[in-house]
């Protein structure tokens, strides 16, 4: 028996969960597009096993369908596809970055044997379109399920099993919940980001030494102002009484740093990176907390080719398992720093050694 998978919306995100599933033993995958080209599009691509423009074919006969369309478009078509008489048992799942009013919409449905389960996975890029898509964008991130109380058990287990495939950690939350947390953590420091590059800009038009100037500071702080346009205008409309009350918070903070400069007050401003310090470096990767934590070494690297494949060759020929690698950059032309995760202290513990051994410099 083939489980059929039905994506709708095969961009950044769908096309990403298409290439986690697509070839898997036992799993078919239809992408569902808007428009002929992009339909042949994600054939051509080879991200989805069959593409269809129509609705009904992809959804019919599906086991799992999910919904990766801008968060403005979800509830249309969970309400389209409640008026089609779906497989009994299917199970109806959304990646939306916001979770409390698809959350809402599916509880005022008619869904026979059908079951809405909310979701998100907290990966993602400024890039979009299938172009984007990648198997591993998953991989050790966060993935948030939003169930309603009422649905089986068994549904959720079985959605879960299936998100195995994206090598994803499941998260429960309540929606309402989740668009607090994210609110804070993902799309405020998106206008943040918009807003002090569009400020840069202005200045930048009368003087373009600034952007000339610009360096990993800016670039590190700026890079998810180059998010779609589109997507964000749904996220920030559809969080926007969350959104509202995080930014007065945010010039509360704006406004006690103007005290600090106006006071002179260097001691304020030691204290508030400190604080800022001591938060960041406690971040859920190397927390133990619901899930399973990661350990991070970092290690100062020079910048020519192929040093993350040597690295990665020389623990992988030591039996150590790497989890994930990350180049953090400063600038293009200087050594950046990289950070090699492992899901086991040991593994950790073992490459310090080893690469200490090869003149490394480490930082636990
Ligand atoms: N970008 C991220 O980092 C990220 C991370 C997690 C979740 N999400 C969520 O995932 C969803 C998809 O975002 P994405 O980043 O993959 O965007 P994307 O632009 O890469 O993909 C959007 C998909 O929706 C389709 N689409 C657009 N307009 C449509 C229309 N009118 N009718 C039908 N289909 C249409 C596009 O063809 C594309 O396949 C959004 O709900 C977003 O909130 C995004
Ligand atoms: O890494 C990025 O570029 C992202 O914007 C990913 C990010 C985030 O803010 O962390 C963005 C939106 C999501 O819904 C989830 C994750």
Redesign the pocket.
């Known amino acids: 028996m083939t489980t059929k998978i039905a994506i709708f919306?095969?961009?950044?995100?769908?096309g990403s969960l298409a290439l986690c599933f697509k070839g898997k033993e036992g799993l078919t995958v239809v992408g569902h597009?808007?428009r002929p080209e992009?339909a042949q599009k994600y054939i051509s691509r080879g991200v989805v096993d069959s593409a269809t423009l129509s609705v009904e074919e992809a959804a019919l006969d599906a086991d799992f369908i999910f919904l990766?369309?801008?968060?403005g478009?979800?509830e249309e078509y969970l309400i389209q596809l409640s008026k089609l008489p779906l497989k009994p048992g299917c199970i109806i799942t959304d990646?939306?970055?916001t979770k409390a009013s698809i959350a809402a919409c599916a509880l005022t449905l008619d869904l026979p044997d059908v079951h809405f389960i909310g979701g998100?996975?907290m990966?993602?890029?400024e890039r979009?379109?299938?172009e984007?898509a990648s198997s591993l964008l998953f991989e050790n991130a966060y993935y948030v399920l939003t169930p309603p109380p009422d649905v089986p058990e068994e549904a959720y287990r079985s959605l879960s099993s299936l998100l195995l495939h994206t090598k994803a950690q499941i998260v429960r939350l309540d929606p309402e919940h989740h668009d607090e947390i994210v609110g804070a953590i993902s799309h405020l420091p998106h206008i943040i980001a918009v807003a002090l590059v569009n400020q840069i800009h202005a200045y930048d038009n009368k003087d373009s030494l600034y952007s000339t100037l610009a360096a990993g500071g800016f670039r590190d702080i700026t890079r998810i102002a180059s998010?779609?346009p589109v997507?964000w205008r749904d996220?920030l409309l559809n969080n926007r009484s969350v959104m509202l009350r995080l930014l007065k918070d945010w010039n509360q903070e704006v406004d006690a740093f103007i005290g600090l400069l106006e006071a002179g007050d260097g001691t304020g401003i030691e204290q508030a990176f400190h604080e800022a310090n001591s938060f960041r470096s406690q971040l859920p990767e190397r927390r133990k907390g619901i899930i399973t934590p990661l350990f991070d070494l970092h290690i100062d690297v020079p910048d020519h080719p192929g040093i993350i494949g040597r690295i990665a060759t020389e623990l992988g020929d030591q039996g150590i398992n790497l989890s994930n690698v990350q180049i953090i950059e400063s600038r293009e032309d200087v050594p950046g720093i990289m950070r090699l995760s492992f899901r086991q202290e040991t593994d950790m513990e073992r490459a310090k050694i080893l690469l200490q051994q090869r003149d490394y410099t480490v930082y636990v």
């Open positions: 919306g095969v961009g950044l995100i769908g597009a808007h992009l990766c369309v801008p968060v478009l979800l990646v939306g970055s998100h996975p990966a993602g890029s979009s379109g299938v984007a998010s779609d997507i996220i």
